[in-house]
C-alpha cells in the first residue's frame, strides 16, 4: 500500500483544443464572424440602394429640419408621394439646378385654403399641424383658394414666416403646385444631428391614407446585429482560451498537490 502513488493525471481533451474552445466552439464563432459580416455589410448596401442623403441648406422646414441638418431621403416614385409627407425634388421655376425639401400638404384634386380659424384647411378640413413651431399661424398671409390640378402638388415650409414654397409661386401657371414627377425621394429621418425618424402627420388621416415609413428601422437592426455577432464571434476565440489555461492551471495545481 505504501508504495502506491497517489497522484491524479490531467483529465483527457485539456489541452489546445479545450484551451481554443474546442473544434465546435470555433467553428460556430467563424461561422457567427461571417453572418455578422453579412448582415453588417449587407445593410449598408440595403441603405445605399434605398436612401439618399441630403444636407438642408435653409431654415423653411424648422423645427422638423433645421438649417445644416442632414437628412436620409428614401428613393421613391412621385406616385408615392401622399399628404403630409417631407419630400426631395427639383423645379426649375423654384430653383435652378438644386434641390429643395418641403411638406406636402395637397395633391391632385384637393381645394387647399388659408386661413379658417388659423388653420390650413385641404378639402373644407382644418388641418391640424403639430409640426409647425410653436404659437405660429399656418399662413401669415391668406392666399384664398387653390385647386390642385391632377399629377400636381402643393407644397408648404414648416417655417411658414419665411419659406418660399408654393404660396411664392401663386402667380404662375401653375399656380404654385409643382409636378409629382420632380419628386425624386421622402424624407425618413434626421440622422445629424441625430433627431430621429420623422413622425407621420395624423392631421391629413382623415383626407386618405398617409405613407408607411421606410425600411430605415430594419436596416439599423440588422446593421447592429451584424455588429454583435462579428465582435461576439471574434471574442470567443480568445475568451475560451484564457479560460481553458486558467481551468489548466487549476486542474495542474491540484496534481502538484496531491498526497
Not at 391640424?128 to 390640378?149: H, N, W
Request: net charge neutral; with cysteine; glycine share 14%.
Amino acid at each position: 500500500m505504501g508504495g502506491e502513488s497517489m497522484t491524479r493525471t490531467v483529465p483527457s481533451g485539456t489541452g489546445t483544443a479545450r484551451a481554443g474552445g474546442g473544434r465546435l466552439g470555433q467553428r460556430l464563432s467563424g461561422l457567427a464572424v461571417a453572418l455578422g459580416l453579412v448582415m453588417f455589410l449587407g445593410g449598408f448596401a440595403w441603405a445605399a440602394l434605398v436612401y439618399r442623403p441630403y444636407t438642408v441648406p435653409t431654415s423653411s422646414m424648422s423645427p422638423t429640419i433645421a438649417v445644416g441638418d442632414r437628412v436620409l431621403a428614401q428613393r421613391i416614385d412621385g406616385d408615392e408621394v401622399r399628404r403630409g409627407d417631407v419630400v426631395v425634388f427639383e423645379d426649375e421655376n423654384w430653383v435652378a439646378g438644386s434641390k429643395v425639401v418641403k411638406r406636402v400638404v395637397a395633391v391632385g384634386g384637393d381645394t387647399v385654403s388659408c386661413c379658417t380659424d388659423g388653420k390650413l384647411t385641404v378639402d373644407g378640413k382644418p388641418i391640424e399641424e403639430p409640426y409647425l413651431p410653436k404659437d405660429s399661424v399656418a399662413e401669415l398671409k391668406g392666399f384664398g383658394t387653390v385647386t390642385v390640378p391632377e399629377g400636381r402638388l402643393f407644397l408648404l415650409g414648416d417655417e411658414r414666416q419665411g419659406s418660399l414654397d408654393s404660396t411664392a409661386h401663386l402667380t404662375e401657371a401653375a399656380r404654385g403646385t409643382v409636378s409629382r414627377d420632380a419628386v425624386s425621394a421622402r424624407v425618413d429621418a434626421v440622422v445629424w444631428p441625430w433627431k430621429g425618424m420623422l413622425q407621420r402627420p395624423t392631421g391629413f388621416e382623415t383626407l386618405g391614407a398617409l405613407s408607411e415609413p421606410g425600411p430605415l428601422r430594419a436596416i439599423e437592426v440588422l446593421i447592429v446585429a451584424g455588429a454583435v455577432l462579428v465582435l461576439g464571434g471574434g471574442a470567443y476565440g480568445p475568451v475560451a482560451a484564457r479560460f481553458g489555461r486558467s481551468r489548466t492551471a487549476t486542474t495542474r495545481a491540484e496534481t502538484a498537490g496531491a498526497r
